[in-house]
Structure formats: C-alpha cells, structure tokens
C-alpha cells in the first residue's frame, strides 16, 4: 500500500506560481514512477507530468517550459513547481504513485488540491 498526501494549492493570478507537494509513505519502494494527474470542471482526468524512477520524465505538452515535477527520495516528496500560470490550469491536482509487486501493477491517488487561476 502507498499512501500519497498533496498540499500547495490555491487561487492565483494569470502569469503567477504555485508549488503541489505530495507527501508518499507506506511500500515507497515498490513505487515504479511517481506523477502528477489534473481535472477540470466536466473534462477527464488528465497527466500533467511523470516521473519515472529510472528518471524518465513526461510533461504534457500544454505545460512544457512552465512545470517541473521533482522527487526528494530523502523526505519522500514530490513536487510540481508551475509557473506561469494560464487560467487553462485551472482544475484539481491529483499525486500519482504506479507501484509494481511481482506481475501486478498498482495504481495510487491523493485526495487532490484545488488550483484556480484567475485572469
């Protein structure tokens, strides 16, 4: 079991910044990539960005240049640091943990946060 704990958000200007930490306790190491996932209001859930522990990481193609996702092995964090806000990023922000035992893959959610950003 992973247990995945997200803070940071809130309500921005266009053109600000804001940084999502997620928090990972329980079988971190079975944990084969960490990301972060975001819904608008009536839109599906969607990858923002991921992070792989081989260190492959994908972006959206929307967010590209303007978040960075991070991992501290050390105090088992993740972050996405995004700047340059759109009103477009608007939605609620999910932590994602992909973990893997034996031939079975798992998947884990946080409870989200909410970013809004204003125009």
């Known amino acids: 079991q992973v247990q995945l704990v997200e803070s940071g958000g809130g309500l921005v200007q266009a053109g600000g910044s804001l940084r999502l930490s997620c928090r990972v306790s329980?079988?971190?190491?079975?944990?084969?990539?960490v990301g972060w996932y975001r819904q608008a209001p009536g839109e599906q859930r969607e990858l923002v960005a991921e992070l792989a522990t081989i260190g492959t990481i994908t972006y959206a193609d929307s967010v590209k240049g303007r978040f960075t996702i991070s991992r501290d092995n050390i105090k088992d964090m993740v972050y996405l640091q995004m700047n340059d806000l759109k009103p477009e990023d608007t939605g609620v922000y999910y932590c994602?943990?992909?973990?893997?035992?034996?031939?079975?893959?798992?998947?884990?959610w946080g409870q989200g946060t909410q970013v809004t950003v204003s125009s």
């Open positions: 329980g079988s971190i190491f079975t944990i084969n990539a």
């Open positions: 994602n943990a992909v973990a893997v035992v034996e031939v079975y893959q798992y998947d884990y």
